[in-house]
């Protein structure tokens, strides 16, 4: 079971997601190989508005065949 609280502070943490304008956020492993690295999208977000701490989740699925 997830936890909703700052692992820094213990406060409550908020849910959301990240968002770009004119770009495209992503996780690229530097384990990946080839000369076209394809990013990971970011699915979730959660932040901590007490002191700032930010967690960012994407689908293992969709990484794991990328690290092969």
Same mark, same amino acid.
């Given at each position: 079971? /997830?936890?909703? !609280?700052?692992? &820094?502070?213990?406060?409550?943490?908020?849910?959301?997601? !990240?968002?770009?304008?004119?770009?495209?956020?992503?996780?690229?492993?530097? &384990?990946? #190989?080839?000369?076209?690295? #394809?990013?990971?999208?970011? /699915?979730?977000?959660?932040?901590?508005?007490?002191?700032?701490?930010?967690?960012?989740?994407?689908?293992? &699925?969709? !990484? &794991?065949? #990328?690290?092969?």
């Amino acid at each position: 079971m /997830e936890s909703n !609280l700052c692992p &820094k502070c213990n406060q409550p943490m908020d849910e959301g997601y !990240l968002s770009a304008s004119d770009a495209t956020f992503g996780y690229v492993s530097q &384990k990946q #190989r080839g000369m076209v690295r #394809r990013p990971t999208n970011i /699915e979730r977000a959660r932040a901590c508005p007490s002191c700032g701490y930010v967690e960012l989740y994407l689908d293992p &699925k969709t !990484l &794991k065949p #990328r690290l092969a």
